[in-house]
C-alpha cells in the first residue's frame, strides 16, 4: 500500500486517491478515503492488534511502526 511505502511520513488523501484510481475520470468523491482507511485500519486492528494508521488532521494519514514496549519506557 502507499502507506507502507511512504512509512512514517504523511499521505495526503489526494495522494491515495491517485495511487488507488489512475484514471482521474474514474475517481471517486474523496470522502471514499475515509471509509477505505477506517476498513483498513478495522482488519489491522483485528489482525495485528494495533491500529497503525493515524490522522494528521488537515493533511492526511501516516502509518507508524508500534514501538516495542522494551523502548517505550
Known amino acids: 500500500s502507499i502507506l507502507m511505502l511512504r ?7 489526494e495522494l491515495i486517491l491517485d495511487y ?8 471517486p ?3 471514499i478515503i475515509d ?3 477506517c476498513n483498513l485500519r478495522k ?4 489482525a495485528l492488534g494495533f491500529n497503525h ?4 488532521w488537515g493533511r492526511g494519514f501516516i502509518f507508524k511502526e508500534p514501538v ?6
Do not use: F
Open 35 to 37: 471509509a477505505i482507511i
Open 20 to 27: 488507488l484510481y489512475k484514471n482521474p475520470a474514474d475517481e
Open 68 to 73: 516495542p514496549a522494551s523502548l517505550a519506557a
Open 29 to 31: 468523491d474523496i470522502k
Open 43 to 46: 482488519k489491522l486492528q483485528s
Open 7 to 13: 512509512k512514517e511520513r504523511v499521505v495526503p488523501r
Open 53 to 56: 494508521i493515524e490522522t494528521v
